[in-house]
């Protein structure tokens, strides 16, 4: 069965850098863009990033543009999600999600949830 599981949340303080990955298995990862998202106790889930199948092209939040990379390694069938200057107002938990057809920054247009993992920014 489609697996993600994401890892690499933490506690870290305003300014500093954490490393998320999602692994995925029970599909053909590289037929699918992938995408991270967000969601803050009491706020709808929101989009990050975005990474096309190929991993050529990728989409971004206004809000993490310059700060988070997402980057994709098919042969491992791995998504990473690398947050540097992260803020408070990045607390939340982040999950992963995958979809077949054209990118979109809603969450209803992805399928297939990880569990998410907590990042918590102090200030």
């Known amino acids: 069965q489609v697996q993600l599981v994401e890892s690499g949340g933490g506690l870290v303080q305003t300014g500093g850098s954490l490393r998320l990955s999602c692994a995925a298995s029970?599909?053909?990862?590289?037929?699918?863009?992938m995408g991270w998202f967000r969601q803050a106790p009491g706020k709808e889930r929101e989009f990050v990033a975005a990474?096309?199948?190929?991993?050529?092209?990728?989409y971004y939040a206004d809000s993490v543009k310059g700060r988070f990379t997402i980057s994709r390694d098919n042969a491992k069938n791995t998504v990473d999600l690398q947050m540097n200057s992260l803020k408070p107002e990045d607390t939340a938990v982040y999950y992963c999600?995958?979809?077949?057809?054209?990118?979109?920054?809603?969450?209803?247009?992805?399928?297939?949830w990880g569990q998410g993992t907590q990042v918590t920014v102090s200030s």
């Open positions: 029970g599909f053909t990862f590289s037929s699918y863009h």
């Open positions: 990474i096309r199948r190929t991993g050529y092209g990728t």
């Open positions: 999600a995958r979809t077949f057809y054209t990118i979109t920054t809603s969450p209803n247009d992805f399928a297939d």
